[in-house]
DNA sequence: TTTATTTACGCAAACGTTTTCGGGAACGGT
DNA sequence: ACCGTTCCCGAAAACGTTTGCGTAAATAAA
């Protein structure tokens, strides 16, 4: 059972290609009563045209991709979901690729999509991606590439991301109205943007509110809980008794609080935790968590209309953009100590 | 900048395309001097072959879809990681669906499947379809089908899922070793198969130990924290007082931890708690989560290698299997009273 | 009636490959 | 010198679609 093709309408009403066509698509060239015949008869056969021979005549598929790091990390799973929204109602597909944070499947990735005609990308880089050509050398062939979250300054195009600033220097800030003396800051990996810009919100608000800042207190993990509750548990072993933690994303602030609950202390009153981004989970913990909201969803929304702005007209408007999200403190039970 | 054909390549070197394509997968009827010359210039010119050409050509893509209900869900993101494993060492790519539990998107999702000429697929289907024509007619023409986790019996082809029935059984007995008297059952949406077994592993066990079943103990919701927060609270504040609860997923799990801890009570003390999944969250809970552990990555691992033993080949074995892996009791703190 | 214009359709090329068929040249055997 | 092989390679069709161009018939303008 083939798919029908325009071929069998064609031959069923002793009609030319080209005629069957042109009547599918409502030309002006075509007789009435020739129209009526063909749109009945594709209609009855459940005609579509195929996508694949119109990839390889137009070279574009209607499709574009997204590359995150993991789409079991709830803040992408949300981006993703932003992305559809608008994708979905303008017509496009979304294809979703994982890098797993590593460097050759983001470059597989990035081929995959060109390779196939995809119309754009979306992409958060991965965590150990320090050569940059992959992106840099679709970018000069004029390929429509919009970067999210994890962001590559270097390459003129349209980025999306938080005010990671802010919104670190919002927690820390708190967390120092909340009484604590010892801050910890447990940042994600160190070279990534958004880990350097968190840090630097971190150490602004200590010396803005008189604090020292010491090296020894800021602690470096991965953005993943099983790995960071490790580092929380060495942090607790340690010499410096934090009285609040500042955790570079809520994962990480999650293997935080097992560890914290783990070694008997008890949030807020020995430790003031507060983590980043305010995934769902984060109010379902035993003390709730606070955290600084990301509007993830927003974002995906902002990077998807960017990235079919420039697919749609690739030279009007050929000033890229940056976008910067306002993030939000949600204060909760884990770090509130005054009322 | 186009991308480098195997026309650029014939004229290059003065040559047809045949003899090119030849050359480049090393046909016997091929000179060993032109051969070399094609070869090299290909590595030179960095050519790929065009895979939408190559699709067109042979009605395939090396491709393989997976249609899960949502990828935020821990669950099916480790699935997927399962799949794209195996998937991975065989050369497929795979590209990933959601249906956001809608039966319209599944629809759309198997339409774009078929249409982009992709190999294969696999399905956990979405909570509201009720119709799985559009399964039937795909199946029935030999596209290659497998169901996970969410199956769907009447189609006659491979599925892999784990014991619930078993797991259930398990996880309820365990709590009636704990002393539970008054376990009630927070189900899934009642329809789903896994739903139905868990639920009937449950009252087996109960009734296999001498407890009562009643209607009023099994409640149901949908499978996530946000809606189960909701659907626990008013459990705790009903009449039935539950001195137990063996929730149908992590999730609704999660949703009753925080509902217990925000009325005041105790785990396990009070209320003893056990889920179903174990996903890497439930051990960072506190207390931590109790949970029926479903190997999530090896289901993908087995559904994929199913599926591809169906498209290479498909008409060996014509046996459609159903794999039923095993769960295991993961005991912790949320339900351990004695030890 | 002749000429210009419109109407309605078909032919063929193009997108990038693979593959069937065929054929010229060189070579071996008689 | 002739025939049968073997070795290399090219032409063309096929996958499904769109579109520029050509053209016959019908209609309008002269």
Redesign the interface.
Known sequence: ?RKVTIKDIAKQLNLSTSTVSRALRDSHEIGIETKRKVLELAEQLDY?P????L??LNSH?NDIGVIVP???N?FF??V??GI?DVAFAEGY?V??Y?SHDDYEREVLNV??IY???KDGFLVAVATNTTDFSHFKNLH??GFPIVFFDRIYEEIDTHKVAVDDYEGAYNATKHLIDQGCQRIVHISGPPHLLISKRRLQGYKTALLDHGLPHHEEYVWSTHFD??QS?EVARELLKSAIKPDGIFAASDNIA??C??AI?EAGLTMPKDIALIGFSDL??A????P?LSSVAQPAFEMGRSAAELLIKLIKKPNENTQSVTKTLKTNLVIRASSLRKR
């Open positions: 059972m579509t195929d996508p694949v021979a990839s390889l598929s993991d789409i079991s709830p799973a949300i993703i979901a559809e597909h294809v979703i994982q081929k995959h390779n196939r005609r000069d062939k809980s099983q509750i999650i293997g609080h097992a609950t769902p989970m109010a379902m913990l035993n709730p």
